[in-house]
C-alpha cells in the first residue's frame, strides 16, 4: 500500500489529508483539517502565513501514526506570494488577493503594455488580484520592498521552501501570475522591463510532478520524522482538480467549484484569438504543460460572506437553512452579475446586492430568502452564459458538465446549474483537489502511469451524483432578463 500526503489550502480552511493507493484504487483520511483566517492590519489584509506553516506541521506530527508517508505535495490558491530577502526571511506576511492595493492597476498597465497584447502574450484572464498587478501596485507605492526581496515565492512554493529550505516556482503556479510567457513558457522579460519588475526575484519553473526536496533537518527533528520527499505537483489548486476530473472523455466541460468557480475545459493547446480576449477566458498551465482553458468566477464566497454579514446582524444560519430560505422565495425576481467589482471584497454583500439591484432598476430583495435566491439564480444564470461563451471559443459543445470541488455538496446549486445550461451536471468528486494532488505524486513515483489512468483510478474509487435538467423553458425565459440586469 503506497501512501503519500496531500496538503491542501482552500480561501477558508487547509487540510492534511493521507491517500492510500493500493494498485487499483486511492482512499483518503483526513488527519487535520484547521481554519484559513486573513487578518486585517491598518488598513491590509494579510494571510495568516506563520499559522499556517504550524498547522502544516501539526499534520505532520499526526501522519506518523499512519504508516510510512513516501512524499508531500501541497496545493493553494493561486496569485498570492511571499517575499523572501537575501538572509532566507520572508520580508512580510504574504497580502490578500483582496486587498485593495491593486485598485486601479490595470488601469495603469494598459498606459504601458496594451491589454490586448498583455493577452496575447500571455492568454491570462484580467482580475485585479493577478500578481502582474500586485506587483506592480509594489513597484509604484512600495519599491523599497522589492529593493529588499531576493525571490519571490507563491504560496505553494513558499510552504515547499519552508519545509525544504529550496525554492523553485512550479508551472502551474506560476501562470496564475500572468508573467508566463504563452509560447516559450517561461518568464516574460519584456513585461517585467517595461512594468518596472525586478525579474531576478522569480525563480526557475519547474513542470508540475518534479521533485523539490526532502524535508529539512529543523522540520525532521521538530515533528519526530525521517526524511520525506516534497514534490512540486499542480500548485495551483484548480490544476490539481482538473487532473481529478473523472472523465474518459479528452473533452469534457468542468466548474471546479468553491469559493471561487473555474469554468472551462482543458486543452492540448491555448486559445488566444480575439473572441478569448473579448471573453476574458483564461489560459492557465495544467498538468503535463496542458493547458486549462476557463474563466475565474466568484462562486460560493457569495454566500459564504453573507452568511458571515448574517451572523455579524445577529442570526446564525446553517448553509441548509440558507437553502430552505432561498426555495422559500420567489423565483427570477432578482439578478446580479457575480462579478461585479463591489463583490469581491469582504463585507456587507446583502446591502451590496440590494444596492446593485436599486441602480439596475429592479426590485430589491429584503428578506435572507430573497437574498439567498438571487444569488443561487445568478450564479448558475452566469454558468450558462459562461458555456455559452466557452463553446464559442472552443468551437466545440459539451454534453455534460462535471462539478468537482467543495461545491458538490450544494446540491441546490448542482441542480439549478442543470436547469440554466439545460445539460446533464454530474457532480464529484468533492475532493477533486486532494485527488489530484495525491495522483501528481503518485505518477512523480511512477505508481501510476499516465494521467488517463489517474482519472480512470479516481472514476473508480469515487461516487459521482447526476442532476438532470428541469423547468428549461422557465429557465431559458428568465435568461435575457437575467442579461438585461448585469449587461
Known sequence: MKKV??????????RVIVGSFDGKK?????????????????????????????????????????????????????????????????????????????????????????????YEMTGIQFMELNTVFQLLSLAKNRPHILERTDKLLFMPDLFGYMLTGKKTTEYSIATTSQLVDINTKGWSGEIFEKLGIPQNIMCDIVKSGTVLGELSDSVCEECGLDKIKVISVCGHDTQSAITAVPCPDKQFAFISSGTWSLFGTELAEP???????????????????????????????????????????????????????????????????????????HGNIPERIREYCRKTNQHVPETVGEIMRCIYESLAMKYRQTFEKLCECTERDYEVIHVIGGGTKDT???????????????????????????????MASGDIESIADARRIIAESENVTTYTPKDTAEWAAAYSRYLEATK
Not at 500526503?5 to 487547509?14: E, K, M, P
Not at 476574458?280 to 452568511?307: A, C, D, H, M, P
Open 26 to 118: 486511492i482512499t483518503l483520511e483526513e488527519i487535520h483539517r484547521f481554519s484559513n483566517d486573513p487578518v486585517s492590519v491598518n488598513g491590509t489584509t494579510f494571510w495568516d502565513v506563520l499559522r499556517l506553516f504550524h498547522e502544516i506541521k501539526q499534520g505532520l506530527i499526526k501522519s506518523k501514526g499512519c504508516g510510512e508517508i513516501s512524499s508531500i505535495g501541497i496545493d493553494t490558491w493561486g496569485v498570492d506570494f511571499g517575499l523572501i530577502d537575501k538572509y532566507g526571511q520572508l520580508l512580510e506576511n504574504p497580502i490578500h488577493y483582496r486587498d485593495l492595493r491593486t485598485k486601479g492597476m490595470i488601469e495603469e498597465a494598459d498606459k504601458i503594455i496594451p491589454l490586448k497584447k498583455l
Open 412 to 442: 441546490l446549486l448542482c441542480q439549478l446549474t442543470a436547469n440554466a445550461c439545460d445539460r446533464n451536471v454530474v457532480a464529484g468528486p468533492i475532493e477533486a483537489t486532494v485527488l489530484g494532488n495525491i495522483a501528481v505524486q503518485l
Open 271 to 345: 486559445i488566444v484569438n480575439n473572441k478569448a480576449f473579448e471573453t476574458n477566458v483564461t489560459n492557465e498551465g495544467g498538468y503535463g504543460e496542458s493547458t486549462g482553458f476557463l474563466k475565474n468566477i466568484i462562486g460560493l464566497w457569495l454566500i459564504q460572506e453573507s452568511r458571515r454579514q448574517f451572523a455579524r446582524d445577529g442570526v446564525q444560519y446553517s448553509y441548509a437553512d440558507l437553502e430552505r430560505e432561498a426555495l422559500a422565495a420567489k423565483p427570477f425576481a432578482y439578478f446580479i452579475d457575480p462579478d461585479a467589482p463591489e463583490f469581491v471584497p
Open 5 to 14: 500526503l496531500a496538503i491542501d489550502f482552500g480561501a477558508s480552511s487547509g
